[in-house]
C-alpha cells in the first residue's frame, strides 16, 4: 500500500500534466509553483472563469441553438400532429353526418308513400342531430385551426433560429447573437402563453417530454449546474495549493512518526485532507467532462421522441387511447442524473 506521501504526488503530477490541462480544464489550470507565495484570490478565480467562458462561448452558444432548434421542430411535430387528430376526429364526425343526410334525402323521396318513412325519417334527422351537436360541443374544427396556427407560428420561429444560427459561424458579435437568442426564447414563451385548446392524449402520450418541458427552464438548470461544479473545482484547487504550500507534507526527509505529537496528528489530518481534496478534484473532473455534453444528451432525447413519434400514425394513436392500450415509449433514463431528475416528472406513476 502506497504512503500518503506518494499518494499525495501521483495525484500532483496527475493533476498538473499538460494533457489533464488542456482536455478537461482549459484557461483555468495553472502550476503550483507559479503561485507558490501566495493562493488565488476571488478576482483571480473570477479572471479564470471568465477566461473559460469566453474560450467556451462561441460553442456554448452554437450548442444552445441547437438544442432549441430541435425543441422548436419538436413543437411542430407536436401541433402539427394535434391538428391531424382535432381534424380525422372532426371527419369521423362530420363525414357519418353527411352519409346519414344523404341517405335521409333518398330514402324520404323513393319510399315517400310508404308507412315506415317518417319514422325512419325522423330516428335518421335525430341522430343527425345529435351528430351536429356533439361536433359543436367538442369544437374539433376550431381546435385543429387553433393547432394549425400553432404549426405555423412555430414554422417562422423555426426559419428564424435558422438565420441566427448561420450567423454564429459568421462574423456576428457575441452580444447581437446572444440578444437574438434571448429574443427567440422570448418568443416561444409568448407562444406558449397563448389560449390554445388543451392537447389532446394522443398527442401528449406519444410527445411526453415535448409536450411538458420548460426549454428555458431546462438550460438554466444546465447552466446552474455547470456553474456550480466550476466554483466547486475552483474552491478544492484553492485549498489544494492551500496545503500544498506546507512544504513538510510532500519533503521525503519528514517523518510523521518523529517530532511533537500534536505536530504529527496535524500532518496526518492535513495529508488525509489533502489526499480526500485530491479525490473530489478527480471526481469533479468526471462531472465536467460528462457536462460537456448535457446539451447533446438533451437534443437526442427530443430527435428521439420525434422519430418515435413519426413511426406511429394517427388513428393508431386514437385507438391507443380509446381501447387504453400502451405505447412502447423509448427509454430516456440512464443519460445524465441532471437529466433523469429533471424529466422524472414525466414518467412518474
Known amino acids: 500500500m502506497l504512503e500518503p506521501n506518494e499518494i499525495i504526488k501521483q495525484y500532483y503530477v496527475r ?17 503550483i509553483h507559479e503561485r507558490e507565495h501566495h493562493s488565488s484570490s476571488d478576482d483571480e478565480i473570477d479572471k479564470q472563469i471568465q477566461n473559460r467562458e469566453n474560450f467556451q462561448m462561441r ?25 391531424r ?21 333518398v330514402l324520404s323521396s323513393i319510399f315517400q308513400n310508404e308507412e315506415w318513412t317518417n319514422a325512419v325519417s325522423s330516428t335518421l334527422n335525430t341522430v343527425l342531430l345529435f351528430i351536429i351537436s356533439m361536433s359543436s360541443y367538442f369544437k374539433f374544427e376550431a381546435s385543429s385551426d387553433a393547432f394549425l396556427r400553432m404549426y405555423q407560428n412555430f414554422d417562422r420561429l423555426e426559419n428564424s433560429i435558422k438565420q441566427v444560427h448561420n450567423s454564429v459561424v459568421t462574423y456576428q458579435h457575441v452580444d447581437s447573437v446572444d440578444g437574438k ?14 389560449n390554445i385548446p388543451v392537447i389532446p392524449d394522443e398527442s401528449r402520450d406519444l410527445f411526453p417530454i415535448i409536450c411538458q418541458v420548460n426549454i428555458s427552464s431546462l438550460i438554466r438548470k444546465m447552466e446552474t449546474y455547470r456553474s456550480q461544479l466550476y466554483s466547486n473545482f475552483m474552491d ?6 492551500f496545503l500544498l504550500l506546507k512544504k513538510p507534507m510532500l519533503d521525503d526527509n519528514q517523518h510523521v512518526l518523529g517530532g511533537d505529537t500534536m505536530q504529527n496528528l496535524k500532518a496526518q489530518k492535513e495529508q488525509s485532507r489533502l489526499i480526500f ?7 469533479i473532473k468526471k462531472e465536467l467532462s460528462s457536462a460537456e455534453n448535457l446539451y447533446d444528451y438533451i437534443d437526442s432525447v427530443f430527435s428521439k421522441e420525434i422519430r418515435h413519434a413519426n413511426r406511429h400514425s394517427v ?20 443519460l445524465h442524473p441532471v437529466i433523469d431528475q429533471y424529466f422524472a416528472f414525466v414518467f412518474d406513476n
Open 15 to 31: 493533476s498538473n500534466s499538460p494533457v489533464s490541462d488542456i482536455t478537461i480544464e482549459p484557461a483555468l489550470d495553472t502550476s
Open 85 to 105: 387528430v382535432c381534424q380525422t376526429k372532426s371527419n369521423m364526425l362530420m363525414i357519418p353526418c353527411m352519409c346519414i343526410s344523404s341517405l335521409n334525402a
Open 315 to 334: 388513428l393508431y394513436s386514437m385507438f391507443s387511447c380509446i381501447f387504453c392500450l400502451s405505447i412502447t415509449r423509448p427509454s430516456y433514463e440512464g
Open 277 to 283: 481534496l485530491y479525490e473530489e478534484k478527480e471526481r
Open 59 to 83: 460553442n456554448i452558444r452554437n450548442n444552445k441553438l441547437d438544442i432549441l432548434m430541435t425543441f422548436i421542430k419538436g413543437q411542430k411535430h407536436l401541433y402539427n400532429h394535434c391538428n
Open 236 to 241: 478544492l484547487k484553492n485549498e489544494i495549493r
Open 181 to 194: 437568442i434571448q429574443d427567440i426564447e422570448n418568443r416561444l414563451m409568448a407562444l406558449k402563453e397563448n
